[in-house]
């Protein structure tokens, strides 16, 4: 498992915005939605766009390309939440001032495709 790993710190993000650092070769999207931060990669799924550069709303970016939504805390693709498309998403630590993020990812959120047939 990987280690937790400084992007940033505290303040950097402004409340309902995000933001793309470097993290072991990869860039990742860190937001901050109501006072708790979250990370997704920061490549969307469709082209490589830069989600952190995307507009923000209720939890949701906005590609800033092609506008495809995504949840900033689970990285569901919002278009469609019955595909099983999505962005990878992090945990995220606050350390002292530090935001940490840690790669490896966290609870991938799959469609269950027995729930899906109705
Ligand atoms: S690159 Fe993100 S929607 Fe096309």
Redo the contacts with the bound molecule.
Sequence with gaps: MSEFISVAKVGDIPEGQGRSYPVDGSMVGVFLIDGEYHAINDS??????S?ASGYVEDGAVT??????RFCVKNGTWLDNPQSKLKTDCYEVSVDGDEIRVRLAETDPVETDPVENES
């Design positions: 969307c799924p469709h082209m490589g766009a989600l590609c800033p390309w092609h506008a495809w």
